[in-house]
């Protein structure tokens, strides 16, 4: 929702907005590390540990807005480190990180 759409509702009496609920968003990860968009255009995506919930939760950044997050459950932790390690070692994507066609 574009803020001039928020403001509206909130001048047209719409308390609708106001039943959302928002994430405590930290600039940068207590438990984690930022990674730089090759870009260079103010994109990050930022890793971050969350042990109360077993997840590590990966957020896609522009300048201070978070645009998208992922929750990955600690048990697929492996599977993603499994591809990404597959990929550097063979220089080929590995068929489960393959697009279909």
């Given at each position: 929702m574009a803020r001039s759409d928020i403001a509206g509702s909130m001048d047209?009496?719409?308390v609708g907005w106001?039943?959302?609920?928002?994430?405590?968003?930290?600039?940068f990860p207590r438990v984690?590390?930022?990674?730089?968009?090759?870009?260079?255009?103010g994109r990050t995506?930022?890793?971050?540990?969350?042990?109360?919930?077993?997840?590590?939760?990966?957020?896609?950044?522009?300048h201070e807005t978070c645009?998208?997050?992922?929750?990955?459950?600690?048990?697929e932790a492996p599977r993603l480190l499994y591809a990404v390690g597959s990929a550097l070692a063979s220089g080929e994507v590995p068929p489960t990180l393959r697009a279909s066609s």
């Open positions: 047209a009496g719409d106001q039943h959302q609920v928002m994430a405590e968003v930290t600039p984690g590390t930022v990674f730089f968009d090759t870009r260079a255009d995506l930022r890793l971050s540990w969350h042990e109360d919930s077993g997840t590590f939760v990966l957020s896609i950044w522009h645009t998208a997050s992922f929750r990955l459950d600690s048990s």
